[in-house]
């Protein structure tokens, strides 16, 4: 550990042209490694990877200019770098914002639907940003020329990985895919857009003046509006009460602003939670979570 700490401040300092005063482990942070760095009393993060192709190369110094040209807040991303011998997977060292997550804050009624109504208007804006093709992003341009295309490729990604674990066997996945590209084939005609990715109270600061930024890009993809929307309502109905789900999946979608039917969003909705489902059971295995994951998952396929 400490000779983390020692190659972690010597990389900073070699960025920021500048001595480290303090740096603290951030614990509970799932995947990678995270960091609080402070440099002349100003606070980064420093994140280190642990895989080496996710997040793609170039897809967060694209979605930070992207915003950054869109006006919409974000915090500065200052280095993303897999060249470094000692942190081979890849390091991020961007901004620290300031604030609280909104998963620390505690909502009654009236703020929490007041929460996503600002939400709402926030990702409003971030999926008026276009993305050329569907899927991977890279370095601007995204791997797949059809929606369905990203979507089939995406779904035999996780099928396999779940057949190799023996939770689903073939024949009942290329089932349900079919159900679900058959469905999905219906908004083959929507636009692609930048897609966060994981839209949650844990990746949206709050600062002193109550406005809303989204952090955390590295699952970001280039999907249609209403995919981005599934993810967080997939993971709105393991956090909240049935009465709280419906009270801020509606005012979320009150104040939603696109230019398509947001009746379309219901149509999808649930074809998208069993593609989500099973991406989920992928990497929930023999996690706590999982069988109620695995009990919503066959109603999402009933319902199919």
């Not at 942070?29 to 642990?50: E, T």
């Not at 007041?114 to 899927?135: D, M, R, T, W």
């Not at 990203?150 to 779940?162: C, T």
């Not at 696109?258 to 059971?281: A, K």
Request: proline share 3%.
């Amino acid at each position: 550990m400490e000779d983390m700490i020692v190659r972690i401040e010597k990389k900073v300092e070699e960025v920021l042209h500048a001595k480290v005063d303090h740096i603290e482990k951030l614990e509970n942070v799932p995947n990678n490694s995270v960091y609080k760095i402070f440099v002349k009393d100003r606070p980064y993060i420093f994140k280190i990877y642990r895989q080496r192709d996710w997040p793609e190369d170039g897809k967060l110094a694209f979605i930070n200019q992207k915003l950054i040209e869109h006006q919409i807040g974000c915090a500065k991303l200052i280095a993303f770098d897999r060249s470094d011998p000692f942190f081979q997977n890849g390091y991020l060292l961007e901004e620290c914002l300031p604030g609280v997550t909104a998963d620390q804050m505690s909502f009654d009624s009236e703020s929490g639907k007041e929460f996503y109504k600002q939400f709402a208007c926030l990702v409003s804006k971030i999926h008026q940003i276009p993305i050329v093709n569907y899927g991977y992003i890279g370095s601007g341009i995204a791997c797949c020329d059809s929606f369905l295309e990203s979507m089939d490729d995406k779904y035999d990604e996780i099928a396999n990985a779940l057949i190799n674990k023996k939770l689903f066997d073939e024949k009942t996945l290329l089932e349900i895919k079919k159900s679900v590209l058959d469905r999905l084939r219906l908004c083959e005609g929507l636009p692609s857009v930048l897609n966060h990715g994981d839209l949650s109270t844990k990746n949206v600061m709050i600062d002193n003046q109550g406005e809303l930024t989204l952090i955390d890009w590295d699952d970001a993809m280039s999907y249609n509006w209403i995919a981005d929307i599934s993810r967080m309502t997939y993971w709105m109905k393991f956090y909240y009460t049935d009465y709280e789900y419906e009270m801020y999946r509606n005012a979320f979608l009150e104040h939603y602003i696109t230019d398509s039917s947001i009746r379309d969003f219901n149509v999808f909705e649930n074809t998208f939670h069993v593609w989500i489902g099973l991406d989920h059971l992928n990497y929930e295995t023999h996690q706590p979570l999982y069988e109620n994951r695995l009990a919503y998952f066959k109603e999402t396929v009933e319902k199919l």
